[in-house]
Nanobody
Framework: QVQLVESGGGLVQAGGSLRISCAASGNIFRVNDMGWYRQAPGKQRELVAAITSGGSTNYADSVKGRFTISRDNAKNTVYLQMNNLKLEDTAVYYC??????????????WGQGTQVTVSS
């Protein structure tokens, strides 16, 4: 019905930067809120950043000032620019979106995740 595909993950040195993206496709009427979550080994999945359809954003305290979430509504894509990466940023990053498939129908699919590894 609706799929989210993340890309851009990889290995980066501490202090470096990386941009990951998530593209939604399928039976899309409109995409509402979108967000990035991450899960490190042994830890609970946490919200990293979120953005509304109108462009309002919020961030986890741990990434404020370093990460920037943005979106391209024409491409149904959300981005996460990660700067000054730290070792503790290492995790699998998952994309989530609130997607309207019709005037009434709503789905909240998850992407498969993209690994971000920060090395010292």
């Amino acid at each position: 019905q609706v799929q989210l595909v993340e890309s851009g993950g990889g290995l980066v040195q501490a202090g470096g930067s990386l941009r990951i993206s998530c593209a939604a496709s399928g039976n899309i009427f409109r995409v509402n809120d979108m967000g990035w979550y991450r899960q490190a080994p042994g830890k609970q999945r946490e919200l990293v950043a979120a953005i509304t359809s109108g462009g309002s954003t919020n961030y986890a305290d741990s990434v404020k000032g370093r990460f920037t979430i943005s979106r391209d509504n024409a491409k149904n894509t959300v981005y996460l620019q990660m700067n000054n990466l730290k070792l503790e940023d290492t995790a699998v990053y998952y994309c989530n979106a609130d997607v309207q498939t019709s005037r009434i129908g709503i789905l909240r699919p998850w992407g498969q995740g993209t690994q971000v590894t920060v090395s010292s």
